[in-house]
């Protein structure tokens, strides 16, 4: 059921900060979070936003790697779909396992590119250019619950 969705227009990167760390408390152990938005939107960035405030600092790209895990005041698991060619795959790497751990927050980049591969969504949050500033994001967070 969806709870809430909330729109941000043309952001810059220390409105996204402040954003992020009003999510960081809602953010639940156990919670699944999609990313959704072209190459270059900000997902990762977010995730690192929010990861300071569970004392996290060394977040990098898992675009390469498809699975980083952090430990901090939350435990974090951090996705890229990106590589991933189908669902199969994502049972081979033991994704499944990963995604029903309830003592880690789940982060999910390009989940869009496997339909059908997350079973539950906590958060939604779409990422996009800003058109009237380049350098800036236009973000809409949904959460259900
Ligand atoms: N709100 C923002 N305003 C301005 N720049 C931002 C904002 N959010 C992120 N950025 C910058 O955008 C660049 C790309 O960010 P990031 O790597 O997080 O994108 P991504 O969506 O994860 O890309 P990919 O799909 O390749 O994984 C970074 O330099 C980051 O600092
Ligand atoms: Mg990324």
Same mark, same amino acid.
């Given at each position: 059921? =969806?709870?809430?969705? @909330? +729109? /941000? *227009?043309?952001?810059?990167?220390?409105?996204? %900060?402040?954003?992020?760390?009003? &999510?960081?408390? @809602?953010?639940?152990?156990? !919670?699944? $979070?999609?990313?959704?938005?072209?190459?270059? +939107?900000? %997902?990762?960035?977010?995730?690192?936003?929010?990861?300071?405030?569970?004392?996290?600092?060394?977040?990098?790209?898992?675009?390469?790697? $498809? /699975?980083?895990?952090?430990?901090?005041?939350?435990?974090?698991?951090?996705?890229?779909?990106?590589?991933? %060619?189908?669902?199969?795959?994502?049972?081979?790497?033991?994704?499944? #396992? *990963? &995604?029903? !751990? *309830?003592?880690?927050? %789940?982060?999910?980049?390009?989940? *869009? &590119?496997?339909?059908?591969?997350?079973?539950?969504?906590?958060?939604?949050?779409?990422?996009?250019?800003?058109? #009237?500033? @380049?350098?800036?994001?236009?973000? $809409?967070?949904?959460?259900? =619950?």
């Amino acid at each position: 059921m =969806k709870i809430f969705d @909330k +729109t /941000f *227009n043309c952001i810059g990167k220390s409105e996204l %900060k402040k954003i992020a760390k009003e &999510l960081s408390v @809602k953010i639940k152990e156990g !919670d699944i $979070i999609e990313l959704i938005g072209e190459l270059g +939107t900000g %997902k990762t960035y977010f995730v690192k936003c929010i990861c300071e405030y569970y004392k996290i600092k060394n977040v990098s790209s898992p675009s390469f790697n $498809i /699975f980083n895990q952090y430990n901090g005041k939350l435990n974090v698991f951090h996705f890229d779909f990106y590589r991933i %060619k189908s669902k199969n795959e994502l049972f081979n790497i033991g994704f499944y #396992e *990963n &995604l029903s !751990d *309830n003592d880690a927050v %789940k982060f999910i980049e390009w989940p *869009n &590119l496997i339909p059908d591969a997350i079973p539950i969504v906590n958060y939604r949050i779409y990422f996009d250019y800003c058109k #009237e500033h @380049k350098l800036k994001r236009n973000i $809409i967070i949904v959460c259900f =619950k």
